[in-house]
């Protein structure tokens, strides 16, 4: 069952999705790679001059004793993706239809995850000229589908919706036919694996501020992207019988 969540966060802290909140988004980016090379010229320094003490405490040596290197410096650890209540109640609402009231979310849905990424895109890319020339936003949507196709089957499904899955035609991908409820599950999975995708603090800097901006449209177009078109399920049944 699907009912822990990344951290309940009032709508309050949650950045719209407009110009003063995608302008704010490019303010920490560009923050936190200043603060970082700020944080490697700092240390730069601090090794030339311990090399420099070193040669002048032992001028007489022909050769330096070089200390173990130190242990690698820990990944860093990201903060977790804000699930506004909102949404959360929606993950609540949909697990108690499946998984009490035996139904289905009828495929295709009427806005695929295909059609909700591309949206996403576009829209934030006539925000922001920032994302547009550099094209970070698109990249990132398409590691989101690409991601979702992968773990699907394997991770963001319940019992009851295994067969449905089977049945899908082997020449569409399941973004083509899922909808905004199956992608919210995979925005749960992201959570507590987002250190895993890159290695480099401002890549995963990067990442988490665009998961978060796809979470909030996801939010603020949720009358029209997440339905409450069921099917039962010996409504499905007698369809693939």
């Known amino acids: 069952m699907m009912y822990s969540w990344d951290e309940w966060v009032p709508e309050s802290r949650i950045l719209k999705l407009n110009e003063v909140g995608l302008e704010k988004q490019k303010s920490l980016l560009l923050e936190s790679q200043a603060e970082k090379s700020k944080q490697k010229g700092k240390k730069k320094k601090k ?7 070193v040669k002048k405490k032992r001028p ?3 050769h330096v004793q070089i200390s173990a290197p130190s242990s690698p410096k820990k990944p860093v650890e990201l903060n977790r993706l804000n699930i506004s209540i909102h949404l959360q109640k ?3 609402e ?3 239809v499946i ?3 035996n139904k289905l979310l009828r495929l295709p849905a009427t806005v695929t995850i295909d059609k ?8 934030t890319q006539q925000r922001d000229t920032f994302q547009a020339q550099t094209g970070t936003v698109s990249e990132v949507a398409s590691g989101i589908k690409q991601y979702f196709n992968c773990t699907l089957g394997t991770q963001l499904l319940y019992k009851q919706e295994r067969q449905q899955f089977k049945e899908l035609s082997g020449d569409v991908t399941p973004s083509q036919c899922y909808g905004a409820d199956h992608l919210l599950r995979l925005f749960v999975k992201f959570g507590p694996t987002l250190s895993q995708f890159s ?14 901006l796809c979470l909030q449209f996801l939010e603020e177009k949720s009358a029209t992207l997440f339905t409450n078109d069921y099917v039962s399920s ?4 007698k369809t693939v019988l």
């Open 47 to 53: 090794v030339l001059d311990a090399d420099s003490t």
């Open 60 to 62: 007489r040596q022909e």
């Open 90 to 92: 929606r993950l609540v």
């Open 94 to 96: 949909v697990t108690d």
């Open 99 to 101: 998984c009490k009231h």
């Open 116 to 123: 909700i990424l591309e949206e996403f895109v576009e829209e």
């Open 199 to 212: 290695s480099e603090e401002d890549s995963q800097v990067v990442l988490l501020s665009h998961l978060q």
């Open 234 to 237: 010996e409504e499905f049944k």
